[in-house]
């Protein structure tokens, strides 16, 4: 329910654009036919509750016991928030590295002085490319002595390299996502987003995205 639904918000609200014909340059400096800008959902409040909404039912399937609600640095902030909201939890958001000024802060709510022992930690991330950012999250939160074997995020494209990195921590790192590359494609199809050639040019790109 939320996949579909999240894919047909992304879509109408521009959030998510797919462009087979005319592919986008990333930061990278690959060349992508898709598009993905998750903090557009934040300007619509039911788009904000949906999502929330969404989180909250992939927690309560897997009836983890954790304490604590973290975010990744900047885009996974906001849901995140929203959801430590909802459960009246803790929240502390991850930077991507430490500050360089201050008391080099990497996990922001804590003490500089203290760490996370003792608790376990769900980390909210908006978007899954190849892992990364994501990874070095649950790393940081691990070397503040928390634990975090479970992530989940808003879209996921589903990439064999993002599956690589997150088994490869140790313990490796569950990941759920709301919406996948898969059924973005099937609902953008459906609402006639994308034409039949289209939708198989995306899916052969997702076969080998780098290449």
């Given at each position: 329910?939320?996949?579909?639904e ?10 998510i ?6 592919p986008?340059?990333w930061?990278?400096?690959f060349?992508?036919p ?8 934040l ?5 904000r ?5 969404g ?9 983890l016991?954790?304490?604590v609600?973290?975010?990744t ?8 928030t ?6 009246n ?9 430490p500050?360089?000024?201050g ?9 500089a002085?203290s ?19 994501s ?10 002595n ?7 995020s808003i ?6 390299k ?33 034409n ?14 780098f290449?």
């Open positions: 329910m939320f996949s579909r999240i894919a047909r918000a992304g879509l109408d609200i521009g959030a654009k797919l462009r087979p014909d005319d986008f340059t930061a990278s400096g060349r992508m898709i598009y993905n800008d998750n903090r557009m959902f300007f619509h409040p039911r788009f509750d949906l999502i929330s909404d989180f909250l039912n992939l927690l309560e399937t897997k009836d016991d954790f304490d609600i973290a975010g640095s900047t885009a996974g902030i906001s849901p995140a929203t959801l430590a909201d909802k459960l939890k803790p929240f502390i958001y991850v930077r991507d590295a500050k360089d000024h008391l080099g802060n990497q996990i922001e709510g804590i003490d002085e760490d996370l022992s003792g608790y376990n930690i769900v980390l909210v991330e908006d978007l899954i490319s190849t892992g990364g950012s990874v070095r999250a649950v790393e940081a939160i691990r070397n503040a928390g634990r975090c074997d479970y992530c989940v879209f996921d494209y589903g990439l064999d993002a599956a690589q990195a997150f088994e490869a921590l140790d313990p490796s790192c569950e990941v759920d996502s709301l919406l996948v590359y898969s059924n973005l494609l099937e609902e953008a199809r459906d609402t006639n987003y994308i039949p050639a289209q939708e198989r040019m995306l899916a052969d790109w997702r076969d080998d995205p290449n």
